[in-house]
């Protein structure tokens, strides 16, 4: 969830992962186990993310807060996106395309560097941001990709997108004024 506050923003991760990741072993097991511990990340049973448990998170998130938008990639996002607009949340298409990741990344970068950008401490997230590789195309557009397939960057990816979502807010309305409204 990403809150903007005149200028400021903070954003708070909230990651999943299925429970099998870490029976079987897989890379960084032993890190999700310990946030696992911490409620850092849910874990949800079997070896695939069960989405009803993303689902049930988010319709309480609608019940608390004012959320605006809540971007997401329509690269398999049928069932969770479907489930979700039956319900009247605001989804907010946004693509993982090179051209709509630019300028929110390089805005990310700026809000971090000029002290604007806070985050909960999730040290997930903070593993994420950390993994982060800056790419740039031809055109000078800059995207995020990572050095190997373990080194998970989802949640800065996440954070990316509802930065972009709010961007596009902010030029059509002022609504982000209100601290309570927020992006996911």
């Known amino acids: 969830m990403l809150f903007r506050d005149k200028g400021r923003y903070c954003c708070f991760g909230r990651f999943y992962l299925p429970e099998d990741a870490i029976v079987r072993g897989e890379p960084n097991y032993d890190r999700y186990r310990a946030w696992s511990e911490a409620g850092l990340i849910t874990l949800t049973p079997g070896g695939k993310i ?79 941001v950390s993994n982060v590789q800056v790419k740039r195309d031809a055109r000078e557009n800059v995207f995020p990709s990572k050095a190997r397939p373990e080194n998970k960057i989802d949640g800065a990816v996440a954070l990316i997108m509802a930065l972009g979502q709010s961007m596009k807010s902010i030029h059509a309305t002022n609504i982000y004024e209100d601290p309570a409204t927020c992006v996911i």
Request: cysteine-free; hydrophobic content about 40%.
């Open 50 to 128: 069960d989405y009803e448990f993303v689902e049930r998170d988010i319709l309480m998130d609608l019940k608390n807060f004012q959320v605006s938008a809540i971007a997401y990639d329509t690269w398999n996002a049928g069932y969770l996106n479907t489930r979700l607009e039956m319900v009247g949340a605001p989804m907010r298409e946004f693509p993982q395309t090179v051209p709509r990741l630019s300028e929110p990344m390089k805005e990310l970068a700026a809000l971090v560097n000029g002290g604007s950008m806070q985050h909960d401490g999730n040290g997930a997230l903070t593993w994420m």
